[in-house]
């Protein structure tokens, strides 16, 4: 079996509108006959996914249908887990966006794209064919990276919004999400709080109090993983849940399962297979 497991920051230039590049590549031998799901719990991202190899099918819950993935596709916000069926020879490129430079590129009200995904090749057209055909001839996966950059910057410069104050609240109240107040954080983008809902929602899919739960709910996984020692009461202190039942209840609402029921399904993540987890 081989495995990439590569996250790295974006060049200078694109780093107002890209938070990072997460390359993952999975190979399976023929001899595996029941490959690997990947239990996706919802994080505040929205993203721009390539698939050079084999595809990938998604299912919304772990009893849906599987949807099978175009070549490339725009991911907007989720507030529901999703199970990633991955390909024998399996890799993604994906593109996490900061908040708001999605909305930016293309000038498509989040809200859109909330809980779904869609062929990139129907919003970017031939520009992104081209993309999608020069990285499936790669010799390594290391040459992706420029030629998806210079998508990127081809995108930058044809830009439909401008960058307002709302997008560096939006960041802040990402990497604070346990501390962040909603009416500071309205008066700090010198807007009133009707105001800054509206444009949060159009620039991200989802209210401000949702997303900044799942940011939370990110690093409470995350700090999982990484500590798995660590009981679940502990994890919810430490992120600033009240209680267990606390964070319970956020993981019943996004997964629809308990804390341990969905570490569980984590276990058969493709990931595992290497000894690697989500951290």
């Known amino acids: 079996m081989i495995a990439i497991f590569d996250y790295r920051l974006p060049s200078p230039a694109l780093r107002e509108y890209v938070r990072l590049f997460q390359i993952v590549g999975c190979e399976f031998p023929a001899s595996m006959t029941v490959l690997p799901v990947k239990a996706y719990?919802?994080?505040?991202?929205?993203?721009?996914s390539f698939f050079p190899k084999d595809p990938e099918k998604v299912a919304y819950g772990f009893d849906g249908k599987p949807i099978e993935s175009a070549r490339s596709r725009l991911y907007g916000q989720h507030c529901i887990a999703t199970n990633r069926h991955v390909g024998r020879d399996f890799m993604v490129f994906q593109v996490q966006f900061q908040p708001g430079a999605l909305f930016r590129l293309t000038g498509i009200p989040a809200t859109e794209l909330t809980n779904t995904f869609v062929d990139a090749e129907a919003i970017f057209s031939a520009e992104i064919r081209l993309v999608n055909e020069r990285l499936s001839y790669t010799r390594h996966y290391t040459e992706m990276i420029t030629i998806v950059e210079e998508f990127l910057l081809y995108l930058i410069g044809r830009a439909k919004k401008q960058a307002r104050a709302i997008d560096r609240a939006s960041l802040f109240l990402l990497n604070n999400p346990d501390t962040a107040r909603l009416d500071w954080l309205a008066d700090q983008a010198c807007l009133s709080q009707r105001q800054f809902y509206r444009q949060f929602?159009?620039?991200s899919g989802i209210s401000?109090?949702?997303?900044?739960?799942?940011?939370?709910?990110?690093n409470a996984m995350k700090l999982?993983?990484?500590q798995p020692n660590k009981d679940w009461l502990s994890v919810a202190l430490d992120l600033g849940y009240y209680d267990y039942?606390?964070?319970a209840r956020d993981f019943n609402e996004f997964t629809h399962l308990t804390p341990n029921a969905f570490l569980q399904q984590d276990t058969h993540s493709p990931e595992r297979s290497f000894g690697k987890a989500e951290t």
């Open 41 to 48: 719990w919802p994080r505040a991202e929205n993203c721009l």
């Open 208 to 218: 401000p109090k949702l997303y900044a739960r799942i940011a939370r709910f990110e």
């Open 201 to 203: 929602v159009e620039r």
């Open 224 to 226: 999982k993983n990484a």
């Open 245 to 247: 039942q606390h964070l």
